[in-house]
């Protein structure tokens, strides 16, 4: 009775079943995935100056400490102004005497004229005054840049913050003798940062046309797009720069974090890949059979980019015992 159980199972069994490889098998479009890509980053700030007194003169107030928050044209310091201002007004007073000594040249030299015209003076008198109006006119156009000069060291007495920002140091204090250089104040600007990034060549190639560019910090990601790509390659660690623009709200500035972004290509997973007579692969299911296909590029244990059509099948479990034409069974199917 064994016996003819045994011959009835094999009569059912088609013929080359018991050589067959199980295996399970997938579309190539339901195995591909999104490759993320890291690199180290900061943040940038677009400006951080350390503002120093532009003329000589001590130090009066400084009205700002260490993490205040200054926008555009807030004093940050003043020095004693009594001497600048004291400029200003003797120049202002010198160009008052320069004019009115050349009222009194043009009123001679008008009647100069007269005289000359009855020959009652020599023409060189005619042209004496004519050379002192002149001077005196030359003379009040320099006196001009002087006041203007002045005036410009009347607004040196204060430093005005050049952009929004924060104090981060304030290295100057009240009644120390400030002269041109002396730092007053270090400042960082808050708006305008950008994300610095450093990258080798095959993931700089990607950046170009990559998606979900994002800075990640604290736990929080950032959106980011991509400003330049610097064409200058670093000769120490042969890298490319990269500048990235926050596209809403932004890390704070000196911010050490990770550049993410997605490679625009899907790939198949390294643990896909199989190796046969030296070659990196898949294993393609072809009416019963398993055809190994070579992927041109793919590295052992790295995602591997496949150029097939999405609907093609590939043979998920059981492709680490096939080789080229090998029969197959299939035991399931995900689609």
């Not at 999104?34 to 003329?55: D, F, K, M, W």
């Not at 008008?110 to 060189?124: F, K, V």
């Not at 270090?186 to 700089?204: H, I, K």
């Not at 995602?303 to 035991?331: M, W, Y």
Request: proline share 7%; charged share 25%.
């Amino acid at each position: 009775m064994t016996r003819l159980c045994l011959l009835t199972l094999l009569w059912l069994v088609p013929p080359g079943a018991w050589s067959a490889v199980p295996v399970t098998r997938a579309p190539l479009g339901t195995l591909l995935t999104e490759r993320q890509h890291s690199a180290p980053a900061t943040v940038q700030p677009l400006n951080h100056s350390h503002l120093s007194a532009e003329i000589s003169g001590l130090i009066t107030a400084i009205p700002v400490r260490i993490g205040d928050r200054v926008v555009k044209g807030a004093a940050l310091a003043r020095l004693d102004c009594r001497m600048p201002h004291a400029r200003l007004a003797a120049a202002i007073a010198s160009r008052k005497a320069l004019v009115a000594q050349r009222r009194l040249a043009q009123n001679q030299l008008r009647r100069a004229h007269n005289l000359s015209s009855g020959r009652t003076i020599p023409a060189e008198e005619v042209d004496r005054r004519e050379s002192e109006t002149a001077n005196l006119s030359a003379q009040i156009e320099a006196q001009d840049a002087a006041i203007r000069q002045a005036r410009l060291g009347v607004e040196r007495c204060t430093i005005a913050a050049p952009f929004a920002g924060v104090v981060v140091a304030r290295p100057a204090g009240v009644g120390s003798l400030a002269v041109p250089g002396t730092p007053l104040v270090e400042m960082v600007q808050t708006d305008d940062a950008e994300v610095s990034a450093r990258l080798r060549g095959p993931e700089a190639a990607t950046l170009a046309t990559a998606a979900g560019l994002r800075f990640h910090y604290a736990g929080r990601d950032y959106p980011l797009r991509l400003r330049a790509l610097l064409p200058v390659v670093d000769e120490q660690n042969r890298t490319r720069e990269a500048r990235l623009l926050f596209v809403k709200d932004a890390a704070p500035p000196g911010a050490a974090g990770r550049l993410l972004w997605n490679d625009p290509d899907k790939v198949l997973p390294a643990d896909l890949l199989v190796r046969r007579t030296g070659r990196s692969g898949i294993f393609l299911f072809d009416k019963g059979h398993a055809r190994f296909h070579p992927l041109p590029g793919a590295v052992e244990g790295r995602p591997a980019r496949v150029n097939l059509p999405p609907e093609t099948v590939v043979i998920v479990e059981g492709r680490h015992r096939l080789r080229d034409g090998d029969e197959v069974s299939v035991t399931q199917t995900a689609d």
